[in-house]
């Protein structure tokens, strides 16, 4: 018989092993028909739905001050969220918002397991509409099943080609949007009407457009299964006391179809009606009776099907629930499970969460609208102005992150008699902008003599008195808006006094 593989080195049997091994790594995708499902977990789905993409969707359209109000300028490297303007000095804030986003992450998983893939997650949020689309023009999954089996037909290329037409609109029209956050979206439009589309911009509307028609489309499931790593470590947040969507084996067991009319306990039968209809609804196609899977994403279209199901039967709903595993294993009630679901580590979670959104919301609500970088000329350290003067040379970057102009003074304090020259006063920038100054800072030497007199006069130390000996010497730039006096910044710098 001839060998269908290399057996070198294998049993038979290992070499079989091997072979099975190969097939399952290599297995082709079955594709799934998730079957249309109602209830109270589908109703929430449909409201995340909904709310996210109105806020993706819209967002780029609304005004604020006359601009986009939310508009991500790569090129002018500021972020403008509504009344809030970011610079790249801002960039903590962009730490913050990941600290926050994981720290959320965890603290929703501990709670609930994967409420987020479940219900928010852009991946399952567009399979939903690319599903939904899906089902208005070819129909439920009987329907689909049939299509897909049946042979080419005029009719099966027009349902089919208008689906494909509806997803890549959609996708594109994502794609658009998207760009829309990076480039004021009015323009994009413009420029897609007037056909005008620069290379980048069309690069990224397709790319972005395919990625959306590929995931939603094609993917579906398989980016959960096999792309997205929080699939894999979503385990490590889990403890018996995480609600996840559990089919109660206890309460299903032994399992069976059975007419409506029998009593199931006498027949000895569990709730099970062995439907399956948990299955056909189950977007990523698993048996939720077979226990907690890595695949599942919490959807909880399970638990709709079966208590639609339950319902019809008559028995009571939550033979698929969200419990936990404690839950089941020790017969708690449902308050006593909600007690412990409220564990000390979902509390610890919660009050960092609270504690680091707090100090961002009030670092935001006091952040200072300028901002001021000293930076030493490097080419003309120090220099003798003027017989008897030291001057050093500086530029300051000022930015105004304000959306209104400003005006600034600038001064220098730390050694006796600095003053700044070469920059015309007051500082005028516009709104949101930086402007770098060149200007000099002058110190007269004489004033060595004649401070340090007035210091030994007024009883000062030996160490304020030698501070303009030569060498390095701390001082501090002091910029302040004219017509604000809380809007100042105190710079740190150097003062060089040479030999
Ligand atoms: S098993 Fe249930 S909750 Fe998990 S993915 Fe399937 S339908 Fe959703
Ligand atoms: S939907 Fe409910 S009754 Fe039907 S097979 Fe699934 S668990 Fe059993």
Same mark, same amino acid.
């Given at each position: 018989?001839?060998?269908?593989?290399?057996?070198?080195?294998?049993?038979?049997?290992?070499?079989?092993?091997?072979?099975?091994?190969?097939?399952?790594?290599?297995?082709?995708?079955?594709?799934?028909?998730? %079957?249309?499902?109602?209830?109270?977990?589908?109703?929430?789905?449909?409201?995340f739905v909904i709310l996210t993409q109105l806020i993706f969707y819209g967002l780029p359209w609304l005004e604020w001050n006359g601009r986009q109000a939310v508009l991500f300028d790569l090129a002018a490297r500021k972020f403008y969220i509504f009344g809030l303007v970011f610079w790249p000095q801002d960039f903590i804030?962009?730490?913050?918002?990941?600290?926050?986003?994981?720290?959320?992450?965890?603290?929703?998983?501990?709670?609930?397991?994967?409420?987020?893939?479940g219900y928010a997650c852009p991946q399952t949020v567009y399979t939903e509409m690319f599903l939904w689309i899906e089902r208005k023009i070819e129909g439920d999954r009987p329907v689909r099943i049939r299509l897909d089996a049946g042979p080419f037909s005029l009719q099966k290329l027009a349902v089919k080609s208008t689906?494909?037409?509806?997803?890549?609109?959609?996708?594109?029209?994502?794609?658009?949007?998207?760009?829309?956050?990076?480039?004021?979206?009015?323009?994009?439009?413009?420029?897609?009407?007037?056909?005008?589309?620069?290379?980048?911009?069309?690069?990224?509307?397709?790319?972005?457009?395919?990625?959306? *028609?590929?995931?939603?489309?094609?993917?579906?499931?398989?980016?959960?299964?096999?792309?997205?790593?929080?699939?894999?470590?979503?385990?490590?947040?889990?403890?018996?006391?995480?609600?996840?969507?559990? *089919?109660?084996?206890?309460?299903?067991?032994? %399992?069976?179809?059975?007419?409506?009319?029998?009593?199931?306990?006498?027949?000895?039968?569990?709730?099970?009606?062995?439907?399956?209809?948990?299955?056909?609804?189950?977007?990523?196609?698993?048996?939720?009776?077979?226990?907690?899977?890595?695949?599942?994403?919490?959807?909880?279209?399970?638990?709709?099907?079966?208590?639609?199901?339950?319902?019809?039967?008559? *028995?009571?709903?939550?033979?698929?629930?969200?419990?936990?595993?404690?839950?089941?294993?020790?017969?708690?009630?449902?308050?006593?499970?909600?007690?412990?679901?409220?564990?000390?580590?979902?509390?610890?979670?919660?009050?960092?969460?609270?504690?680091?959104?707090?100090?961002?919301?009030?670092?935001?609500?006091?952040?200072?609208?300028?901002?001021?970088?000293?930076?030493?000329?490097?080419?003309?350290?120090?220099?003798?102005?003027?017989?008897?003067?030291?001057?050093?040379?500086?530029?300051?970057?000022?930015?105004?992150?304000?959306?209104?102009?400003?005006? *600034?003074?600038?001064?220098?304090?730390?050694?006796?008699?600095?003053?700044?020259?070469?920059?015309?006063?007051?500082?005028?920038?516009?709104?949101?902008?930086?402007?770098?100054?060149?200007?000099?800072?002058?110190?007269?030497?004489?004033?060595?003599?004649?401070?340090?007199?007035?210091?030994?006069?007024?009883?000062?130390?030996?160490?304020?008195?030698?501070?303009?000996?030569?060498?390095?010497?701390?001082?501090e730039f002091i910029v302040r808006a004219v017509d604000d006096d809380k809007v100042v910044r105190h710079e740190k710098s150097s003062f060089i006094i040479p030999r």
């Amino acid at each position: 018989m001839n060998q269908p593989y290399p057996t070198i080195g294998l049993t038979p049997v290992a070499a079989s092993l091997e072979h099975e091994q190969e097939q399952a790594i290599y297995e082709v995708r079955q594709k799934i028909y998730p %079957r249309a499902v109602h209830g109270w977990f589908a109703g929430w789905r449909v409201f995340f739905v909904i709310l996210t993409q109105l806020i993706f969707y819209g967002l780029p359209w609304l005004e604020w001050n006359g601009r986009q109000a939310v508009l991500f300028d790569l090129a002018a490297r500021k972020f403008y969220i509504f009344g809030l303007v970011f610079w790249p000095q801002d960039f903590i804030y962009l730490a913050v918002l990941l600290i926050l986003s994981a720290m959320s992450l965890f603290l929703f998983t501990a709670v609930a397991g994967r409420l987020w893939c479940g219900y928010a997650c852009p991946q399952t949020v567009y399979t939903e509409m690319f599903l939904w689309i899906e089902r208005k023009i070819e129909g439920d999954r009987p329907v689909r099943i049939r299509l897909d089996a049946g042979p080419f037909s005029l009719q099966k290329l027009a349902v089919k080609s208008t689906k494909h037409a509806l997803w890549i609109a959609l996708a594109l029209w994502t794609g658009f949007t998207f760009v829309g956050y990076f480039t004021p979206i009015k323009t994009l439009a413009a420029e897609v009407t007037s056909l005008g589309l620069g290379p980048w911009e069309t690069f990224w509307i397709l790319f972005y457009g395919v990625a959306t *028609y590929g995931n939603a489309g094609w993917m579906r499931e398989q980016v959960c299964k096999y792309m997205c790593p929080y699939a894999r470590f979503q385990s490590a947040m889990f403890d018996r006391d995480t609600l996840t969507i559990t *089919y109660d084996t206890t309460r299903g067991e032994p %399992r069976g179809p059975r007419s409506k009319r029998i009593d199931r306990h006498a027949a000895g039968l569990g709730d099970c009606v062995d439907c399956h209809i948990c299955v056909q609804v189950c977007p990523v196609g698993i048996d939720i009776r077979k226990g907690l899977q890595y695949e599942c994403i919490g959807c909880a279209a399970c638990v709709d099907g079966c208590d639609q199901v339950m319902d019809r039967m008559g *028995y009571p709903k939550g033979l698929i629930r969200y419990t936990t595993e404690n839950a089941l294993a020790r017969g708690y009630d449902t308050k006593a499970m909600w007690k412990r679901v409220f564990r000390p580590r979902i509390v610890i979670y919660a009050g960092i969460l609270l504690a680091i959104f707090a100090v961002t919301a009030g670092s935001l609500a006091m952040r200072n609208p300028l901002k001021v970088d000293v930076i030493r000329d490097r080419g003309a350290l120090a220099r003798e102005a003027a017989p008897g003067v030291i001057e050093n040379v500086y530029r300051l970057q000022v930015m105004n992150t304000d959306e209104s102009p400003r005006r *600034y003074t600038i001064e220098a304090v730390g050694l006796p008699g600095i003053s700044v020259v070469g920059v015309e006063q007051p500082l005028v920038l516009g709104p949101v902008t930086t402007r770098l100054f060149p200007l000099r800072l002058q110190v007269p030497l004489e004033m060595r003599h004649g401070a340090d007199h007035e210091l030994e006069n007024a009883g000062t130390h030996d160490d304020e008195r030698n501070a303009l000996e030569p060498g390095t010497h701390k001082i501090e730039f002091i910029v302040r808006a004219v017509d604000d006096d809380k809007v100042v910044r105190h710079e740190k710098s150097s003062f060089i006094i040479p030999r």
